[in-house]
């Protein structure tokens, strides 16, 4: 099993970036899947998740900027990041679960992608 993130760079604040998950090797399209994310010195953080049947979950810290969404044919997630501020900076890692349940805990998720560095500068 692979999950395979793409789509991070670098981008001034107040724009916006749109990452990618693809998964293989299996499917994801019955469980969840989430994004993390781990800045420099600090440990990892759950951003949003995606259930089954699309419904999304965020970390406050993202509420009303980042959406959440998956394309069941391609077995991929995206992360659309809009209104991005330096504090968003960060490594960010897309993870699939075995269950139907949201889960915003590192624990939660078995399979995890490689990561993607997301800068964003002032």
């Known amino acids: 099993v692979q999950l395979q993130a793409c789509g991070g760079g670098l981008v001034q604040a107040g724009g916006s970036l749109r990452l990618s998950c693809a998964a293989s090797?299996?499917?994801?399209?019955?469980?969840?899947m989430g994004w993390f994310r781990q800045a420099p010195g600090k440990e990892r953080e759950f951003v949003a998740a995606i259930t089954w049947n699309s419904v999304g979950t965020y970390a406050d810290s993202v509420k009303g900027r980042f959406t959440i969404s998956r394309e069941y044919a391609k077995n991929t997630v995206y992360l659309q990041m809009n209104s991005l501020k330096r504090e968003d900076t960060a490594v960010y890692y897309c993870?699939?679960?075995?269950?139907?349940?949201?889960?915003?805990?590192?624990?939660?998720?078995?399979?995890w992608g490689q990561g993607t560095l997301v800068t964003v500068s002032s």
């Open positions: 090797g299996r499917t994801f399209n019955n469980y969840v």
């Open positions: 993870a699939g679960s075995d269950s139907v349940v949201v889960r915003t805990t590192r624990e939660g998720y078995r399979y």
